[in-house]
């Protein structure tokens, strides 16, 4: 189960591009030559959070408990199995960010980046995008964030509107062919 859940990280690899120029802390290369640098803690949204993930990638769909909290302080991500053993956890701390993984292939600067694309205020994100550019539309109750390298979609996500620990969330990125589906703990029927 653990390398199966992990199977999330290993594909966020894709999105990555060449790691050829050393990135300043908190910096994360994506497409061809994209970078993002996150925002501190202090500039995200206080939340606690728990959602069923489902990530699919090449047909195959998996599925863990993902816990997020963010404070002023700290970003929190947990990964736990359906039986609550533990797959990765990471924190960061708007300068230093630290993970622990059952898989090698643990990319924890992409699972960073794809958090706060998806919880930071939509305003917040342009000054952090390097040679990449966000576009923010609504399709119907969700607003979708889609991000862009050279004409190339990066990442699409899509979240329901309304506080995140009640949001239900999608992201798609088409280079990595794999889809993520985050649904609040309390419409999956509580705690698994």
């Given at each position: 189960m653990k390398g199966q859940a992990l199977l999330l990280i290993g594909a966020l690899g894709l999105v990555a591009g060449c790691a050829s120029v050393p990135l300043a802390p908190g910096c994360t290369r994506l497409g061809h030559n994209g970078v993002f640098c996150a925002l501190p803690p202090a500039a995200l949204p206080a939340v606690s959070a728990s959602h069923l993930v489902t990530v699919t990638h090449a047909g195959q769909s998996q599925t863990f408990l993902g816990r997020l909290q963010i404070d002023a302080h700290h970003l929190r991500l947990a990964g736990l199995s359906l039986f609550g053993t533990a797959l990765f956890n990471l924190d960061y701390d708007g300068q230093q960010l630290t993970s622990h993984s059952a898989a090698e292939n643990l990319r924890p600067d992409?699972?960073?980046?794809?958090?706060?694309?998806?919880?930071?205020?939509?305003?917040?994100?342009?000054?952090?995008?390097?040679?990449?550019?966000?576009?923010?539309?609504?399709?119907?109750?969700?607003?979708?964030?889609?991000?862009?390298?050279?004409?190339?979609?990066?990442?699409?996500?899509?979240?329901?509107?309304?506080?995140?620990?009640?949001?239900?969330?999608?992201?798609?990125?088409?280079?990595?062919?794999?889809?993520?589906?985050?649904t609040p703990l309390a419409a999956a029927g509580g705690t698994p």
């Open positions: 992409l699972l960073l980046t794809m958090l706060e694309l998806t919880v930071a205020p939509a305003e917040a994100l342009p000054p952090q995008l390097h040679d990449l550019s966000l576009t923010v539309s609504a399709a119907g109750d969700r607003q979708v964030r889609e991000l862009w390298n050279q004409g190339r979609l990066i990442a699409r996500i899509e979240k329901t509107h309304g506080p995140l620990n009640k949001a239900h969330i999608s992201i798609v990125i088409p280079v990595a062919k794999l889809s993520l589906q985050l």
